[in-house]
């Protein structure tokens, strides 16, 4: 006897085996080049695994969610977000002569460890857990906590302008934003070296070139 459940199921699973295979990422045996299969047709990327073609693979790969999936069963992944954040943030963060800002390169930097450990992840499985993996990572590497805390910052920010776009969901962020930031004295994280007061000969092998503000402040400073 066929029960409303197996019905529901049997739709489910007709409908997953109807929807096409995710094209993979590729290595060509003959010429060492990544290509993917596209519409039958191979799309050569690059060299195998360089930044470069996986870049490019990431973009035609969300081209094809875009033209493939109707449903939810395949999600944007956490490189691709990071891919879309970046074109965003190019023409965003720039300053009035359009040059690029130094918060591009900020972001740049942040996203890099996120991308070179859950690249491939789908943002729908991406949570605090990884989250703090990434920055267990950045200790390791012996960074400075105040730096840590600044990267994770810019990847939840990240996940924040993702929901501003229905790109990621709103329990994604909010989990996100569970991981509290590293405290002092309280993580294994590199203190910054403390800051030092300017010598006062420096100060005063400037003060020619400052304004009359500066020179105020240094004098009361003294």
Same mark, same amino acid.
């Given at each position: #006897?066929?029960?409303?459940?197996?019905?529901?199921?049997?739709? *489910?699973?007709?409908?997953?085996? +109807?929807?096409?295979?995710?094209?993979?990422?590729?290595?060509?045996?003959?010429?060492?080049?990544?290509?993917?299969?596209?519409?039958?047709?191979?799309?050569?990327?690059?060299?195998?695994?360089?930044?470069?073609?996986? +870049?490019?693979?990431?973009?035609?790969?969300?081209?094809?969610? %875009?033209?493939? &999936?109707?449903? +939810?069963?395949?999600?944007?992944?956490?490189?691709?977000?990071? #891919?879309?954040?970046?074109?965003?943030?190019? +023409?965003?963060? =720039?300053?009035? &002569?359009?040059?690029?800002?130094?918060?591009?390169?900020?972001?740049?930097?942040?996203?890099?460890?996120?991308?070179? #450990?859950?690249?491939?992840?789908?943002?729908?499985?991406?949570?605090? =857990?990884?989250?703090?993996?990434?920055?267990?990572?950045?200790?390791?590497?012996?960074?400075? =906590?105040?730096?840590?805390? %600044?990267?994770?910052?810019?990847?939840?920010?990240?996940?924040?302008?993702?929901?501003?776009?229905?790109?990621?969901?709103?329990?994604?962020?909010?989990?996100?934003?569970?991981?509290?930031?590293?405290?002092?004295?309280?993580?294994?994280?590199?203190?910054?070296?403390?800051?030092?007061?300017?010598?006062?000969?420096?100060?005063?092998?400037?003060?020619?070139?400052?304004? *009359?503000?500066?020179? %105020?402040?240094?004098?009361?400073?003294?």
């Amino acid at each position: #006897m066929t029960t409303e459940f197996d019905s529901v199921v049997g739709l *489910t699973l007709k409908v997953v085996e +109807e929807l096409p295979r995710l094209p993979k990422y590729c290595r060509h045996k003959g010429t060492g080049q990544a290509y993917v299969t596209l519409k039958g047709r191979e799309v050569y990327l690059g060299c195998y695994n360089s930044p470069k073609s996986r +870049e490019r693979y990431d973009r035609l790969i969300l081209e094809w969610r %875009q033209e493939h &999936d109707h449903t +939810e069963c395949y999600s944007l992944t956490v490189g691709q977000l990071c #891919m879309e954040f970046l074109g965003f943030a190019a +023409e965003y963060y =720039r300053s009035e &002569d359009g040059e690029p800002t130094t918060e591009l390169q900020g972001f740049r930097y942040s996203l890099k460890p996120l991308c070179e #450990m859950y690249r491939t992840v789908s943002v729908s499985e991406f949570g605090p =857990r990884k989250l703090d993996a990434v920055r267990d990572g950045l200790i390791k590497r012996g960074l400075a =906590r105040s730096t840590i805390n %600044q990267t994770v910052g810019r990847i939840k920010r990240v996940f924040r302008w993702g929901v501003s776009r229905e790109l990621v969901r709103s329990e994604i962020l909010a989990s996100l934003s569970a991981l509290d930031g590293l405290k002092a004295g309280r993580s294994r994280a590199v203190e910054p070296p403390p800051v030092e007061p300017v010598l006062e000969e420096h100060v005063e092998a400037i003060s020619p070139f400052v304004t *009359t503000q500066c020179g %105020q402040w240094s004098a009361c400073n003294g």
